[in-house]
């Protein structure tokens, strides 16, 4: 059974810092692509940054520059480094994998990033 569990969100002030964290299990990491949605209340799930098994990465235009996203196959994790962090920032964060062997789509729990002075 494939699980991904996020870490890492928590309260932080405008201007800092966080590192998201996602595990993978169930299923063979490298061959993944990944990626980090987020969904603020009242708004829909929307796509923040990804990165494929190649290791090509996107991200929205709200957090280029400041959002970067990057993986360890040894351990089977996908990171989100988050700088310079705005209000507008604030939501549940997801990690999400496409299984491309499968044709899968797995979701993370989500983990509350607000930012707030």
């Known amino acids: 059974q494939v699980q991904l569990v996020e870490s890492g969100g928590g309260l932080v002030q405008p201007g800092g810092s966080l590192r998201l964290s996602c595990v993978v299990s169930?299923?063979?990491?490298?061959?993944?692509?990944m990626a980090w949605y987020r969904q603020a209340p009242g708004k829909q799930r929307e796509l923040v940054a990804g990165?494929?098994?190649?290791?090509?990465?996107n991200y929205a235009d709200s957090v280029k520059g400041r959002f970067t996203i990057s993986r360890d196959n040894a351990k089977n994790t996908v990171y989100l480094q988050m700088n310079s962090l705005k209000p507008d920032d604030t939501a549940v964060y997801y990690c999400?994998?496409?299984?491309?062997?499968?044709?899968?789509?797995?979701w993370g729990q989500g983990t509350q990033v607000t930012v707030s002075s």
């Open positions: 999400n994998a496409y299984l491309p062997t499968r044709r899968e789509i797995y």
């Open positions: 990165i494929t098994r190649g290791r090509n990465t």
């Open positions: 169930g299923s063979i990491f490298s061959f993944n692509d």
